[in-house]
């Protein structure tokens, strides 16, 4: 995976573009200004860049170390303070703990996580939480699988409502849950009419 990953990195320009995903743009409002945030399987850094340029200490976090690096000319292109705030750390997340109660908030975008991992992953996730803290969630359905617009080709990663309300039960209060349509422009590799889940809870 790691190498699969690698390479499609290394190709020219940006996958998924270099703007920010749409659900986080507009649920980023409920972030508080100078909260921490950490972002799982951040690719290129299109999404934790834009949070450090608006004022946000970030943790990016990968199992591509040329997405990272990526990442941090991305950050160091938007300048100084942005590079500044931007922490990127190679992890793979079947294994990975983050420190518990360490941040204030965890975007997830697209980060797809085999279903014998998943539950375990999202549960670390969201204990990185501080009491109060806000994860965000969006992630390809099953019903995304034979649309060209995106996302894995196995079923077994990809996320219905229900199973992140299994994931996060007991740990987060869920404050937004949806399935449906919406259109794509993310870069070559997301484009198009999509099926999609969003996810939003807040840390118990």
Not at 92 to 115: F, G, K, M, N, Q
Not at 125 to 132: K, T
Request: glycine share 12%; aromatic share 8%; with cysteine.
């Amino acid at each position: 995976m790691q190498t699969f990953w690698d390479q499609r990195f290394a190709e020219p320009g940006f996958k998924y573009g270099t703007t920010p995903n749409a659900f986080l743009r507009g649920q980023a409002q409920a972030i508080a200004p100078g909260a921490t945030v950490l972002l799982p399987g951040d690719g290129e850094g299109r999404n934790s860049v834009w949070l450090a340029t608006r004022g946000h200490p970030v943790l990016a976090v990968d199992y591509s170390e040329v997405g990272l690096a990526k990442a941090r000319r991305l950050a160091q292109q938007a300048g100084p303070e942005v590079d500044a705030r931007l922490r990127t750390q190679w992890v793979d997340l079947a294994e990975w703990t983050p420190e518990p109660a360490s941040v204030d908030a965890v975007a997830a975008i697209y980060c797809h996580l085999d279903r014998s991992i998943r539950r375990d992953a999202h549960r670390r996730l969201a204990a990185a939480l501080r009491p109060g803290g806000l994860l965000l969630l969006e992630a390809f359905h099953p019903r995304q699988l034979g649309r060209p617009s995106g996302g894995p080709k196995d079923e077994d990663m990809l996320y219905t409502l229900d199973d992140l309300r299994g994931d996060f039960a007991g740990l987060l209060d869920e404050r937004f849950g949806w399935e449906g349509e919406v259109l794509l422009d993310e870069g070559p590799g997301h484009q198009g009419a999509a099926v999609v889940t969003r996810y939003v809870g807040r840390r118990v």
